[in-house]
C-alpha cells in the first residue's frame, strides 16, 4: 500500500450544528497530517466538488444522476439491487435513491481509488449491503451509529434484515455514546460488538481562555448580566420550546439576567425571534452562526441550557463544546446526556416526563439555585473543563478513529 492512503467519509458536513460535521471538521486535518487523502460525501442535491488542503468536498444532484440506472453496463446490478431493498421492506421511492446513491459512491470509489469507507449513520448505511454483495466492494466499512433506532424503533423492528445485512457487511461498528450502543438491542441485536467511541471538541478553541468580552460588548450587555445560552437547532426536539417558555417568568424576577439563542434555522425561529421583539436587549437571536464564532458565544455565558427532548440524542455536541469552555450545563437526562453531565458537579440532570419535556418548574428553579450559588457556579465550571479534558478531546477521538482506519487497511493490505 502506498503512502497516501485514500479515505472516503459520508456524512453531514460542514459544522456549525450537529456532532457529525463537528467530529469530521476535527477529524480531516488530524487525517492529512497522516498521509490520508480524505473525500467526504456530504448532499445530494446539487453537483459541486470544493477541494481544500488534503481533502475534497463532493456534493451531487442524485435526480440528475438517475440515467446511471439505465447504463447498461450497469442495468443489472441496478435491478439487483432494487429487488434487493424492496425485499429488505424499503418503500418504491427509497429503493431508488438507495439504488442511485450506491452507484453514486461505487463511482466515487473507482474513480479516485478509494481504500476506506466510513459511513456516518444508519440512515445514510442503507447502500452497505448493496456496495458489498452486488457492486462487488470489497474494501473495509467503518459504520457510526447514532440515535436512529431510538427515534423509529417500529420501523427498524420490521425491517430487521435490512439492520443486520448493514452490520454484517460492516467491518467495524461505533457509536459516539454507550446508549446509542445499546440502541441495537431494542431490536434483538447484541451490542457488545459496538464500541463507543466519544466525539471530542477542540479544547484550544473552546477553552475558559477565550476572550469573555467579545459578544458581550458586541450586544452591549453590562458587566452584572448573567447570560443563559441556547445552542443548537431552533426546535422542540433541542428543548428550546422549554427555553423559550420559561424566559417571561425568568426575566420578571431578575434584571441581571439576559438570554441569547445560537442556532441553525428551525420551526421555532419565529417564536425566538418574536421574543427577542418583546424582550430587547434581555434577549439575543443568532441564526446560523459560523462556527469559528461559536467559541465567543459560550465563553460569554454563565449557564449553557440544554432542555434536550430527543430520546435519540447521543449526548450532544453543545453540552461538550460547554463544558470545554468551563460552562456548567443544565440538561435534560435523556438519551446520552447522562453520560457527559454529572448531576450536582459538572451542571444540574433534569428529569423529563413521558413527552420527555423537563418540568418548567424544575428548570426555573436550577437556574436560579446555580445563578444565586457564585462558588458553586463557578466550581462547576471548572469540574466541567476537567471531564472535558478527560473524555472529549478531539484529538484524543481523531488518534483513536486514526487507529482504528489504519488497523483495518494494514489488515486489509496482508
Do not use: W
Not at 216 to 223: A, P, Q, S, Y
Not at 235 to 245: A, F, Q, Y
Amino acid at each position: 500500500m502506498g503512502s497516501i492512503k485514500k479515505l472516503l467519509l459520508i456524512g453531514p458536513y460542514p459544522p456549525p450544528y450537529g456532532g457529525i460535521a463537528s467530529h469530521i471538521v476535527n477529524l480531516v486535518p488530524s487525517l492529512v497530517s497522516k498521509g490520508f487523502k480524505v473525500y467526504i460525501l456530504s448532499r445530494y442535491d446539487k453537483d459541486e466538488v470544493v477541494k481544500g488542503e488534503g481533502f475534497t468536498i463532493i456534493n451531487l444532484n442524485l435526480r440528475k444522476a438517475i440515467a446511471h440506472l439505465l447504463n447498461p453496463f450497469n442495468i443489472h446490478k441496478n435491478l439487483a439491487s432494487f429487488m434487493m431493498l424492496r425485499k429488505f421492506k424499503l418503500d418504491f421511492r427509497t429503493a431508488i435513491i438507495e439504488t442511485l446513491r450506491a452507484n453514486v459512491i461505487s463511482r466515487i470509489v473507482m474513480q479516485n481509488r478509494i481504500q476506506l469507507i466510513a459511513f456516518y449513520s444508519m440512515l445514510n448505511a442503507y447502500s452497505v449491503p448493496i456496495l458489498r454483495k452486488i457492486f462487488g466492494i470489497r474494501i473495509p466499512v467503518v459504520l457510526t451509529i447514532y440515535g436512529a433506532i431510538y427515534e423509529n424503533p417500529s420501523f427498524f423492528r420490521s425491517r430487521l434484515k435490512l439492520v443486520e445485512s448493514i452490520l454484517d457487511c460492516s467491518d467495524v461498528v461505533l457509536s459516539s455514546s454507550k446508549y446509542c450502543a445499546k440502541s441495537v438491542e431494542l431490536l434483538g441485536i447484541d451490542s457488545s460488538t459496538i464500541e463507543p467511541l466519544y466525539y471530542g471538541v477542540d479544547l484550544v478553541n473552546f477553552s475558559p481562555d477565550v476572550n469573555r468580552e467579545k459578544k458581550r460588548k458586541e450586544l452591549n450587555m453590562r458587566d452584572e448580566d448573567k447570560v443563559l445560552l441556547f445552542v443548537g437547532r431552533l426546535n422542540e426536539e433541542m428543548g428550546l420550546d422549554s427555553v423559550l417558555k420559561i424566559i417571561p417568568d425568568i426575566l420578571s424576577q431578575r434584571k441581571d439576567i439576559v438570554f441569547l439563542i445560537v442556532g441553525a434555522k428551525g420551526p421555532l425561529e419565529k417564536d425566538a425571534l418574536a421574543m427577542q421583539e418583546k424582550y430587547k436587549n434581555r434577549v439575543y437571536v443568532r441564526v446560523n452562526v459560523p462556527f469559528d464564532e461559536l467559541p465567543y458565544y459560550y465563553a460569554a455565558c454563565d449557564i449553557v441550557l440544554a432542555p434536550t427532548r430527543d430520546r435519540h440524542a447521543c449526548m450532544g455536541m453543545a453540552i461538550k463544546e460547554a463544558m470545554a469552555s468551563g460552562k456548567p450545563v443544565i440538561a435534560s437526562a435523556t438519551g446520552g446526556i447522562p453520560e457527559a453531565v454529572i448531576d450536582k458537579k459538572t451542571g444540574i440532570l433534569l428529569p423529563t416526563g413521558k413527552d420527555l419535556k423537563v418540568d418548567r418548574e424544575v428548570f426555573y428553579k436550577a437556574i436560579f439555585e446555580l445563578l444565586d450559588s457564585p462558588t458553586l457556579l463557578k466550581q462547576m465550571g471548572i469540574n466541567a473543563r476537567r471531564r472535558a479534558e478527560e473524555l472529549f478531546d478531539s484529538a484524543l477521538t481523531s488518534k483513536t478513529t486514526i487507529a482504528i482506519f489504519e488497523k483495518l487497511l494494514e489488515e486489509k493490505s496482508e
